[in-house]
């Protein structure tokens, strides 16, 4: 019952409300060039979506290839901080730095440095910066989260460092690192699109750019349906993650973990 | 089995010690004492795990024996099914082979519980991890087993059916063991010497040797009772002092 609840309810709650929207612009007579009716969107997604599927696939890309580098980094570096002190002392300080620097402020110089002709590398530096905090910062919480007695009962058998690594500290590690994992893809997505935002007309073609172009034509129903597959994108990818994180977790998951 | 000779073990504070007391070999001695005054501390210098800060700890022939230790929480690893984390310490010495699967499910079984190989620990009893835990420390065939509060949080009944579990398994396996309570009815029912540790800093302030004729229903008898009066005021004396 409550399992279906959880279902349900959030998608009544939205229905109620496309239709709500429905009525108040049939009803107001909002002109299509301010509000389009929810139907408005739905036709202009059908009559675009050569242009704006095929934008969505190029976001979709570069999100996924900036979520895998980031965690990648993220948990390589999480785990040489684990293996030497001096090591996280010197790095993670960087680490901040770029995470509290505003994507929009060094998106410029990145564009520069990479040119222009290449702003697709650009937008996935950029995106796997915004992304690549949230991993770190869990992966090393993780790592240091092993409970004392289980590092003892490691040394109790003469673990080395490898072993100790692999078969410890890592697994300790993943619930947090998946924690991170589902904060990451969605700033991938975020810094993704803000990235071809800045990174402007012309020399991108992600959704981002379909946003713009639809804006600059005042084609707001084609803007609102760049904007839906903006958030169903970020809505499925939010739930792949969820899903592998289930997967992983399945049989040890929560109470056993503390 | 062990001789630990003025050993004292500070943090920024002293914690513990001098201690002075030898464990012979096959034997079963509690440590009893207040919350604080260093029983874990005690386990973890004798088995290693941490060094003191003056003193010497000896072995019997200057071999450090093999050693199992029962931590206070089962320290389970949760991501591992019953079996492998049972087979976590041959992993560890690389001694993982069919014999260690081998003995590990004859652990299980020793330990009741046959047919939960699979199982993993959220799917387990805080008793059941305990025995998990106990088989574990028993598969290396180790001759010192370390005992950290194993049973405190269980139920009366799987408490005395694991106590009882606990003394087959040190007559069985001529093994020492070293067993850390809060409970001195605990101690003196299941060991055979019942060291009591001051508040920390920890000094010994009673080593006992119990008296036990008859196996069954000792604890009926007015040998356990007194032991037991005699070994309570002296704690209760001691928490006055403070
Ligand atoms: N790693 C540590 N660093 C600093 N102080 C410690 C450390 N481990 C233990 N102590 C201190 O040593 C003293 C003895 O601790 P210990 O854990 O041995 O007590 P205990 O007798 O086992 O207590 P309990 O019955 O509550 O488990 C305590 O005052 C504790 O604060
Ligand atoms: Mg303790």
Redesign the interface.
């Given at each position: 019952m409550s399992r279906y609840l959880s279902y349900i309810a959030p998608l009544l709650t939205f229905a109620i409300l496309l239709i709500l929207w429905e009525f108040l612009v049939i009803l107001n007579k909002i002109p299509l060039y301010i509000l389009p009716a929810p139907s408005d969107i739905i036709s202009s997604l059908m009559l675009n979506y050569l242009d704006l599927f095929s934008s969505a696939f190029i976001t979709l890309r570069i999100t996924l290839l900036a979520f895998f580098i980031a965690s990648s980094l993220a948990i390589f570096l999480a785990i040489l901080f684990s293996q030497s002190r001096i090591v996280e002392l010197s790095i993670y300080p960087i680490a901040v730095i770029f995470q509290v620097t505003p994507v929009v402020a060094i998106a410029p110089l990145i564009l520069i440095w990479v040119g222009f002709d290449n702003a697709e590398y650009a937008i996935l530096i950029l995106a796997t910066i915004v992304a690549f905090f949230p991993v770190l910062a869990n992966a090393n919480l993780g790592i240091k989260s092993v409970?004392k007695?289980?590092h003892?009962?490691?040394?109790?058998?003469?673990?080395g460092r490898y072993?100790r690594l692999t078969?410890?500290q890592i697994?300790f590690a993943?619930p947090f690192i998946l924690t991170g994992m589902k904060t990451s893809i969605g700033l991938s997505l975020i810094g993704t699109v803000v990235a071809e935002f800045v990174a402007g007309s012309g020399t991108s073609t992600g959704l981002a750019w379909r946003i713009i172009e639809a804006g600059n034509r005042l084609d707001i129903a084609k803007l609102f349906a760049a904007l839906i597959l903006l958030v169903i994108l970020g809505i499925f990818l939010f739930l792949l993650i969820s899903y592998i994180e289930k997967l992983i977790l399945r049989?040890?998951?929560?109470?056993?973990?503390i | 089995m062990l001789i630990l000779k003025d050993i004292i073990k500070n943090y920024e504070v002293p914690v513990l010690g001098p201690i002075d007391v030898e464990i012979k070999s096959k034997s079963f001695v509690s440590i009893i004492g207040a919350s604080g005054s260093g029983k874990s501390t005690f386990l973890?210098l004798a088995?290693g795990?941490i060094s003191q800060s003056s003193g010497s700890i000896s072995y019997k022939n200057n071999i450090k024996p093999k050693?199992g230790?029962v931590?206070?929480?089962s320290?389970l690893?949760?991501?591992r099914?019953v079996i492998d984390n049972v087979l976590?310490?041959s992993?560890?010495?690389k001694q993982n082979n069919s014999e260690s699967i081998e003995k590990s499910i004859n652990w299980l079984e020793r330990v009741g519980l046959k047919g939960k190989e699979n199982s993993?620990?959220?799917e387990l009893s805080g008793g059941q991890k305990m025995r998990v835990s106990i088989a574990r420390a028993m598969v290396?065939g180790g001759d010192l087993l370390l005992l950290d509060e194993p049973f405190s949080a269980l139920d009366e009944v799987t408490r005395r059916k694991l106590e009882d579990d606990l003394l087959e398994i040190w007559e069985t396996n001529n093994i020492t063991v070293l067993f850390v309570t809060h409970s001195v009815t605990q101690a003196v029912y299941l060991s055979q010497r019942v060291i009591v540790l001051s508040s920390g800093p920890g000094i010994i302030l009673e080593d006992l040797a119990i008296e036990k004729n008859l196996k069954d229903d000792f604890e009926e008898t007015s040998e356990f009772i007194s032991q037991v009066r005699h070994l309570t005021n002296i704690l209760k004396k001691e928490g006055r002092e403070l």
């Open positions: 409970n007695n289980l003892e009962l490691f040394s109790l058998y003469g673990a072993q078969k410890l697994p993943l049989k040890w998951h929560d109470s056993s973990i | 973890r088995s795990l050693m230790f931590f206070q929480d320290t690893l949760p991501w099914n976590l310490p992993e560890l010495t993993f620990p959220n290396q």
